[in-house]
């Protein structure tokens, strides 16, 4: 089975290469540009894994978590910031994401995190 992950990055350049890694690790991916785009597409798909930048035009990451919870839906989410502290952290688990993820991220850490998350979801 393919899980399938939204990426959401408003850097291009991370974008694709997050999708690159994850494509290269079995998983199917798409991309989102921002967080309103973020939105959007995780309420009208069904995806396995969203995978956030924090700070993100329109919408953050938490914005984006908060605004699917409220709707009532549940989709495994992880954070990425490249300005981590303990306040951003305590606010992503609050929100509902299962991960903080520092940039750059390491490719094997995020290979091992992506799998743990959507396999611990998924039993």
């Known amino acids: ?4 992950i939204l990426i959401a990055d408003d ?9 690159a890694l994850l494509g290269a690790a079995g998983f199917v991916v ?4 921002d967080g309103s785009d973020a ?19 329109s919408l953050t990451g938490i914005e984006v978590i908060t605004q699917i919870r409220n709707c009532g839906r549940h989709i495994p ?5 490249g300005h981590p502290s303990r306040a951003i952290e305590a606010a992503a688990l609050e ?3 299962l991960a903080l993820l520092r940039k750059p991220i390491p490719a094997e850490i995020l290979r091992i995190t992506v799998q743990r998350i959507v396999c611990d979801t998924k039993n």
Request: charged residues 25%.
């Open 11 to 19: 850097s291009n350049d991370s974008r694709q290469a997050l999708a």
């Open 1 to 4: 089975m393919s899980y399938r």
């Open 95 to 97: 929100a509902g994401a």
């Open 39 to 57: 939105l959007k597409r995780l309420m009208e798909m069904r995806y396995d894994l969203s995978l956030l930048d924090m700070h993100m035009p």
């Open 77 to 81: 989410s992880i954070l990425m910031t």
């Open 30 to 33: 798409e991309q989102a540009k």
